[in-house]
């Protein structure tokens, strides 16, 4: 059971404009939400985060945006750059349980 | 601030033996998690250290098992490796505060023959 999806499997976008990559969740429970970027032979790298107490958190040209009614995150790159290009990668958490659920990754192309 | 370190960064083994990787995780950081990642499958929940007990874990058999020290320092072992084992497995550490962000290390890419 993936209680944490992200349906796109790749995006590409061109560079300057926006992208958006977007996640859903079943698990009513979870009630905090993260965002990882991954480089090949990398480890992924921590981006932004929310909690269920809000519905936008903002750092740079990142934005996550919340809506808890759909069970769905999105997360918003403006302007997008050549080196976004990586996959993306959405997690969530229950209250209290330090146990993340990630889904199974966007790769995201940003086109010079 | 040095980062989540795992050892080695490359390994292969057979199919029947076991193996053993390490993971520091940043200095202050007490839960240690552990993912394994394959194509296709994103990051799969293995299991979550906190003050050297288990505190959550995913499912995996186990084959699969894990260890964290005094120092926070872990270790995660699998043993009568088969062919399916073959991944990328990823460390990550955190506060143990509630609603805190993972920080991964660089992972070990175990290869089974």
């Known amino acids: 059971d993936q209680q944490v999806k992200q349906n796109s499997p790749s995006l590409s976008v061109q560079e300057g404009r926006i992208s958006i990559l977007n996640c859903d969740y079943t698990?009513?429970?979870?009630?905090?939400f993260l965002w990882y970027k991954k480089y090949p032979a990398e480890g992924p790298t921590f981006l932004i985060s929310?909690?269920?107490?809000?519905d936008k958190n903002e750092d740079g040209r990142f934005t996550v945006f919340l809506n808890k009614s759909a069970k769905h995150l999105s997360l918003h790159i403006v302007p997008s750059q050549p080196g976004d290009s990586a996959v993306y990668f959405c997690?969530?958490?229950?209250?209290?349980?330090?146990?993340?659920?990630f889904g199974t990754g966007t790769r995201l192309k940003v086109l010079a | 601030k040095a980062g989540v370190t795992q050892t080695p960064r490359y390994l292969i083994k057979t199919r029947g033996q076991q193996v053993t990787l390490s993971c520091s995780p940043i200095s202050g950081h007490r839960s240690v998690s552990w993912y394994q990642q394959t194509p296709g499958q994103g990051l799969q929940f293995l299991f979550e250290?906190?003050?050297?007990?288990?505190?959550n874990k995913g499912n995996f058999p186990g084959r699969f098992s894990g260890r964290q020290f005094s120092n926070s320092r872990s270790e995660m072992n699998v043993s009568t490796l088969e062919l399916g084992d073959s991944a990328l497995y990823l460390c990550?550490?955190?506060?143990?505060?509630?609603?805190?962000?993972?920080?991964f290390g660089d992972g070990t890419r175990l290869s089974i023959l």
């Open positions: 250290y906190f003050s050297e007990t288990q505190r």
């Open positions: 990550a550490s955190s506060l143990s505060s509630p609603n805190q962000p993972q920080h």
């Open positions: 929310i909690s269920s107490i809000k």
């Open positions: 698990n009513s429970m979870f009630d905090y």
């Open positions: 997690a969530a958490s229950g209250s209290g349980t330090y146990k993340y659920i």
